[in-house]
Each structure stands twice: as structure tokens, then as C-alpha cells.
């Protein structure tokens, strides 16, 4: 079955670094990754629909110059957070499809990621 | 209102009974729809996948889907303890490409 990788699995670092999470899809093609993001005891939230070779689509409230996504192949999107700050604090899960609308979602094992 | 709603629970079941988990949507041109397991602290993964009116069974899980309700529920026969996890009922709207989920409902299967 379609296969989600996420890298790395768990981050701790200083207030004020940035961060990269990468999804990649390991045996097929994904030219659509989604990124959510889901705090303690709550639900997953979209924050972006990664687009390869053009740009991602946010949602509402979620600031694209703070969360950077490239998607530059059909098997890799990048997830940046910039200059994280405590309420960044959260788990990041990436997501992709194989083929069509009536496949399902598949998701990466999520990154914890703990800002001090 | 919300896109997808769930009773959060807890449910709690003794091992071996049917819990039963719903689900109702607000965007009535919603056409695919999706039942995920998750496990405290890990990704969601796929149980269910449901399309048209009526039920989809797998295993000890059935899925029943009764769109002109915007319905849609989690039926798992012989519950195990190892079901213990929270199911998030997820759905993919009108011009939409992602799924949105529910808050999700926390089971319990009492050993």
C-alpha cells in the first residue's frame, strides 16, 4: 500500500530557530501533499495544500511567511517553520494521495515538535 | 456550525460488545468519506473508506453512509482492547482536495 515517510519523528529547539520537516511518498507519486498540524487533545487542522512545482495553498489564518512549503518533486514536500516560537509548539503531519479524489489520505508517522 | 462534528466520548464498551461511533457533515455535496484510528501520539491511519448510501463491511468494522441525513457511522463488532484509541471521522467537501475531520471520539474497550 501507499507508503508516507515524515523526517524527523521529533524536534526540541531553542525559541527563534527554524525548522525543516520533509514528507516524501515512497511508492508513488504525489503531486498534492497536504500538512496539518494538531495540538493536544484536538483534531487535525489543514494548514496547507503543497502543490509540486508551484506554490502551496493556505488556509485561512495559517501565515505562509511563517510556514514555508516547496514541493520541487513529485515525492517530496518540505515544511519550514520559521523563527518557531513556544505556541509553535505542535505535531505536524504531512499527507498524500495516490491518484484520484476516492483514494484515501495517506499520512506520515507526524513530527512532535517542542519549542523551549 | 462545524464541517464535521463527533460526540468526543468518552465510549466506553466491554471487550467484546459493538460500539457503535457517528458522525454527521454539513456539506451535503460531500461525496467521499473516511473513518481514521489514532493512537495517542501517532498519526491517524485508515480504517473505513465509504462512498455510496448504505454499509461497507471489512472485517469486524462497518461503515454506513446515509448522505440525505449527511450521516455517517463506525460500527466494530467484537470489541478489543486494543480498539482503545480515538476514531476520527474525516470527509472530503464540495471543490475540496483535502479532508477536514471531526474532533474525533474516544473509545474505551473495558478488558
Known amino acids: 500500500g501507499a507508503v508516507v515517510s515524515q523526517h524527523p519523528s521529533w524536534v526540541i529547539c531553542k525559541s527563534g530557530t527554524s525548522v525543516k520537516i520533509e514528507c516524501r511518498s515512497l511508492?508513488?507519486?504525489?503531486?498534492?501533499m497536504f500538512w496539518y498540524r494538531q495540538f493536544p487533545k484536538q483534531s487535525l487542522m489543514l494548514m496547507a495544500t503543497?502543490?509540486?512545482?508551484?506554490?502551496?495553498?493556505?488556509e485561512q489564518g495559517v501565515e505562509k511567511d511563517k510556514f514555508l512549503i516547496n514541493h520541487a518533486s513529485l515525492t517530496l514536500s518540505t515544511l519550514t517553520v520559521t523563527s518557531a516560537h513556544p505556541e509553535d509548539s505542535s505535531f505536524y503531519i504531512c499527507?498524500?494521495?495516490?491518484?484520484?479524489?476516492?483514494?484515501?489520505?495517506?499520512f506520515g508517522d507526524g513530527t512532535r515538535l517542542s519549542i523551549l | 456550525q462545524k464541517e464535521v462534528e463527533q460526540n468526543s466520548g468518552p465510549l466506553s464498551v466491554p471487550e467484546g460488545a459493538i460500539a457503535s461511533l457517528n458522525c454527521t457533515y454539513s456539506d451535503r455535496g460531500s461525496q467521499s468519506f473516511f473513518w481514521y484510528r489514532q493512537y495517542s501520539g501517532k498519526s491517524p491511519e485508515l480504517i473505513m473508506s465509504?462512498?455510496?448510501?448504505g454499509d461497507k463491511e471489512d472485517g469486524r468494522f462497518t461503515a454506513q453512509l446515509n448522505k440525505a441525513s449527511q450521516y455517517v457511522s463506525l460500527l466494530i463488532r467484537d470489541s478489543q482492547p486494543s480498539d482503545s484509541a480515538t476514531y476520527l471521522c474525516a470527509v472530503i467537501g464540495t471543490g475540496r482536495r483535502a479532508l477536514t475531520f471531526g474532533s474525533g471520539t474516544r473509545l474505551q474497550v473495558q478488558p
Open positions: 465509504i462512498y455510496s448510501n
Open positions: 511508492d508513488f507519486q504525489a503531486t498534492t
Open positions: 499527507s498524500a494521495r495516490d491518484r484520484g479524489l476516492e483514494q484515501p489520505q495517506h
Open positions: 503543497s502543490n509540486e512545482g508551484s506554490k502551496a495553498t493556505y
